[in-house]
């Protein structure tokens, strides 16, 4: 994973879902990469990164956008009705949940010592603003 911040959007998987979102026009991508989260033995790094930016779209369609949010998911999201309902909510909810304890992007960001705490902050702040 190309990553340069611990940002949610600051790495190439997060950046890759958005562009592929942004392409497919799908909101059922959303839905689809937060539910690969919670029932996965140990999540890759890869999925997790991509999650997470769904996690964020779902916030943002909630009315409670990162200010770090792309301007282009800004966009996609007042041209597009991403269902905002608790159901999806819950999915993101529960996805940030698993990423922050057990997965490898966790284990990556413990690896990176100080930058941990910052990432785990991130994480923090966004399952605030979906709950």
Known sequence: MGCWGHQVFENDDAQDWVTQLLEDGDSESTRRVLEKIPVAAYPDASDCAMALAAAEVVAAARQ????????????????????????????????????KTHSELRDLWWDAGDDFRKWNDVLDDLSERLS
């Open 64 to 99: 409670r956008p990162s200010t770090r949010l792309p301007e282009e998911v800004h966009e996609w999201l007042r041209d597009h009705r991403l269902p905002a309902n608790e159901f999806l909510a819950t999915l993101a909810r529960n996805a940030v949940g698993s990423i």
